[in-house]
Structures are given as structure tokens and as C-alpha cells.
């Protein structure tokens, strides 16, 4: 037995509410400094400093020395010159690279696109995350903290994330614990206290996972990556669509469905999923569920071989649709300027070298 044993304890995430507690309980905070402290670090976005000068001075150097309020590093910020799209490049505290989108919507609302893994192991044809294979999963910690960091950079605009899409780098429900884990803190009314329908995830397509989802919140927006309603055609596109195929996501649709809309992702790709018989096919599938349909332009990247649908024969495509009855957005891209597609701006990094 050494004579000192020195006891390190691990550190607790800032979004650990058990821990956090514990911590209370254990330093004798009262709970409405307690509430202070969280109020100054979720609401006011006042970062770690910020958020431990509300503690009195012993607990405060205790959580300053086992609370991690960051698990991310900024590496880097690219502004999109044409719209109000910032993407945010983060380093992970083992080095790998991730990104998140702030969509500055013309209604004033503040968009975030958040990523839930390192790269994915879906390798859709169109999406550049793919090609940079998959790393490992995000913790939920590392999910939140694109949260809290861009609620942080935001503070200078007197702006404050309204909506966060979970449309980022990966497939949420392939790391669906750290994903729920996140669900849960973002809706806590003592952390960021966002309501289940400003929060919306979005999949490749796993219908247990989709179910799993809806049943455990309630009002979350579930959107599901379609882009085609052909077993071969998304077979070829997605390559997960094999293991999961139309009927299964019906079911599961159609199971979400009685208690949301369902939002439906449609990625126009010319003489890909453009044509008649795409709209038909799309036509009968959705007929009986209740969905709002995203028409989406295609970011191009080097190297992905595919062309995205010109905006009229898109226009066209959402105005069929619409006239069988559909709600449907005719959406434009943000950002296309800073490379705001899904691992588009890692992918040009890792290219050019970045760290
Ligand atoms: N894995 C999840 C979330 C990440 S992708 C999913 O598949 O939904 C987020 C959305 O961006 C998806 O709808 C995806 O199909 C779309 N997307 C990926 N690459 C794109 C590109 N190059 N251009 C436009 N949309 C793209």
C-alpha cells in the first residue's frame, strides 16, 4: 500500500444530470444556485467561467475541477457568403474531425445541424460522409456540446438555437443510445429546454429504431431519408436499403404516423429517381400515411458521379405532387456555397490537410 493514494475521480460530463446532482448533493449546494449555475451555462450560454461564478468559492473550484463542460475543440467556422449558413468544424478530444450546420432561416428562427457519429457506415451513393468510413459513434456528450457551442457563438447575434435537426455527419439510430441520451438533456426544461417538436431526427431507415424512437418521444420529428419509393432504385442508392427494404418502412411509418406527420426526404437525381415512374411509384407508397415531403437539391461533390435534377423539373416533380393532395417543401439548399452537405466540408479538410 503506497503511504498517499490519490483519488482521481472521473470527470462528469456537464450533461450528466445524475452526476451533476451527486456532485450537488456532495459540495451542499443549494439547489436554486444550483439552478443558477445551469441556467447561466444552458440558457445565458455563458461558457464554464460564466456558469461557475454563480457557485460559492469551494464548490466552485470542486466542479471546475470534475465537471467537463466541453468535449469539443472549434477547429473551424466557414460562412457562407449567399445565405445564412455557417458550417462548424470540430476536433473530438481524440482527434477526429466532425461538423455542424447553423442555418439562419429568413423567418429569424436559428437552425443546427448536428452529426451523431465519426463518418457512417451506410455509404449512400450521393452523401459525402460516406466516403470518409466510419470512425466510431459520438457520446451524447459530444453530440450536445455542438449544441451548447453554437448556442455560445450565436449569443454575439442575440440569437439562440431554436430547432436542432439531427442531419449531420452519420446515422443517429445506429448509435441510438448516446442519440436518446441526447433527446432527453435537450428537452430537459433545466438544460437546453427545447420542445420535442422543435428537435427532429433524421435515418437512413431502421423501422424498429424509428418506432423505438416515436414511442419514447413523443413529440420528436422523425424524418425519414426516402429518395426513392423503388426497392431496386434505393437498393442502388442506399445501400442499407437491402437489409431494410419499402415494406418495412411502410409499417413503420405507418405505426409513427398515428401520432405525427412523417417528414419524407426526397434527393433529386436526374434519370435516377426523376422520372414518371419514380413519381408514381412514390404516389402509391406514401398515399395512406400521413407525410410531408422535402424535395431536396443535390449537393454535388467531386468523385460522386451523380447530378442533381435541374430546379424546374424539381419545381415540376413537387407541383405533381402536391396536386395528388401532398404536403410538399420545394426546398433550396443552404449553403451550397460552403460546402454544407453532410461531410462535405471533413471530406475537403482531410484533403487539404486540416487538423
Ligand atoms: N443518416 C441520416 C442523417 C444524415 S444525412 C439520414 O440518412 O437521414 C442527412 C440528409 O442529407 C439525408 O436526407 C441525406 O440523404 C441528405 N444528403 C446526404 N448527402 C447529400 C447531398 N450530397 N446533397 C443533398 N442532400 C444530401
Known amino acids: 500500500m503506497p503511504a498517499f493514494s490519490i483519488i482521481t475521480r472521473p470527470m462528469i460530463s456537464i450533461y450528466d444530470q445524475q452526476g451533476l446532482e451527486a456532485l450537488r448533493s456532495r459540495t451542499a449546494v443549494q439547489p436554486h444556485r444550483f439552478k443558477l449555475f445551469r441556467n447561466a451555462f444552458f440558457k445565458k450560454g455563458l461558457g464554464k467561467e460564466g456558469a461557475l461564478a454563480v457557485l460559492p468559492g469551494a464548490a466552485r473550484s470542486v466542479f471546475g475541477r470534475e465537471v467537463g463542460f466541453q468535449c469539443l475543440e472549434l477547429s473551424g467556422r466557414r460562412d457562407s457568403e449567399t445565405d445564412g449558413a455557417t458550417k462548424l468544424g470540430f476536433q473530438t478530444l481524440d482527434g477526429h474531425l466532425i461538423e455542424s450546420v447553423i442555418l439562419r432561416v429568413k423567418t ?53 438555437v431554436r430547432n436542432v435537426v439531427l442531419m449531420g455527419m452519420g446515422e443517429p439510430f445506429q448509435n441510438l443510445e448516446n442519440v436518446f441520451q441526447s433527446l432527453e438533456v ?44 423503388r ?5 442502388k442508392l442506399m445501400p442499407l436499403a437491402r437489409k431494410y427494404n419499402l415494406d418495412a418502412l411502410h409499417e413503420a411509418m405507418a405505426v409513427i404516423g398515428r401520432s405525427r406527420k412523417v ?15 419514380d413519381f408514381q411509384a412514390l404516389e402509391n407508397y406514401l398515399r395512406d400515411i400521413p407525410v410531408h415531403i422535402n424535395i431536396i437539391p443535390f449537393n454535388e461533390f467531386e468523385g460522386c458521379g451523380l447530378k442533381g435534377t435541374p430546379h424546374l423539373a424539381r419545381k415540376a416533380f413537387a407541383d405533381r405532387l402536391k396536386d395528388a393532395g401532398f404536403n410538399v417543401t420545394l426546398r433550396y439548399s443552404l449553403g451550397s456555397d460552403i460546402a454544407a452537405a453532410c461531410g462535405q466540408l471533413v471530406r475537403r479538410r482531410m484533403r487539404e490537410g486540416f487538423a
Do not use: W
Open 108 to 160: 429569424g428562427r436559428t437552425a443546427l445541424c448536428i452529426s451523431s457519429q465519426v463518418g457512417c457506415v451506410c455509404k449512400c451513393g450521393f452523401c459525402a460522409t460516406g466516403q470518409l468510413g466510419f470512425s466510431r459513434n459520438l457520446t451524447y456528450g459530444e453530440i450536445l456540446d455542438q449544441v451548447a457551442q453554437a448556442n455560445r457563438l450565436l449569443r454575439a447575434e442575440g440569437r439562440t
Open 231 to 235: 426497392q431496386q432504385v434505393r437498393e
Open 186 to 229: 435537450l428537452q430537459d426544461a433545466t438544460c437546453f429546454n427545447l420542445a420535442g417538436m422543435r428537435l427532429m431526427v433524421s435515418t437512413v431507415g431502421i423501422p424498429d429504431a424509428m418506432v423505438q424512437c416515436a414511442e419514447r418521444f413523443p413529440c420528436v420529428q422523425l424524418a425519414l431519408s426516402l429518395h426513392s419509393a
Open 263 to 277: 417528414m419524407v426526404e426526397y434527393l433529386m437525381l436526374e434519370g435516377v429517381n426523376d422520372g414518371d415512374e
